[in-house]
């Protein structure tokens, strides 16, 4: 059975700083494609930062230069540093675990991000 467990959302004052975490089970984490997806209310879900299995990132440019994405393929997690947030980085973020031939895609829970002073 694959899960991913997401962790680490709350609410911050803007100009704080947030790390959430991905922990996978039930699937060859190194071969995965791990991204991060945001959804505002009333807005498309979008892609914040995605890491391929060798390191390689990209971001979306809102966020280029405050978020940084990681991943341990020993602990099967994968991490988004988030600083500098702002009111506008409010959402509910989600974990998404992309395999290499787009065979198979899974999803997080998703964890809730309120930047707000």
């Known amino acids: 059975q694959v899960q991913l467990v997401e962790s680490g959302g709350g609410l911050v004052q803007p100009g704080g700083s947030l790390r959430l975490s991905c922990a996978a089970s039930?699937?060859?984490?190194?071969?995965?494609?791990m991204g991060w997806y945001r959804q505002a209310p009333g807005k498309q879900r979008e892609l914040v930062a995605s890491?391929?299995?060798?390191?390689?990132?990209a971001y979306l440019d809102s966020v280029k230069g405050r978020f940084a994405i990681s991943r341990d393929n020993v602990k099967n997690t994968a991490y988004l540093q988030m600083n500098n947030l702002k009111p506008e980085d409010t959402a509910v973020y989600y974990c998404?675990?992309?395999?290499?031939?787009?065979?198979?895609?899974?999803w997080g829970q998703g964890t809730q991000v309120t930047v707000s002073s």
């Open positions: 998404n675990a992309d395999r290499f031939d787009k065979k198979a895609d899974y």
């Open positions: 039930g699937i060859t984490f190194s071969i995965y494609t």
């Open positions: 890491i391929v299995g060798s390191g390689n990132t």
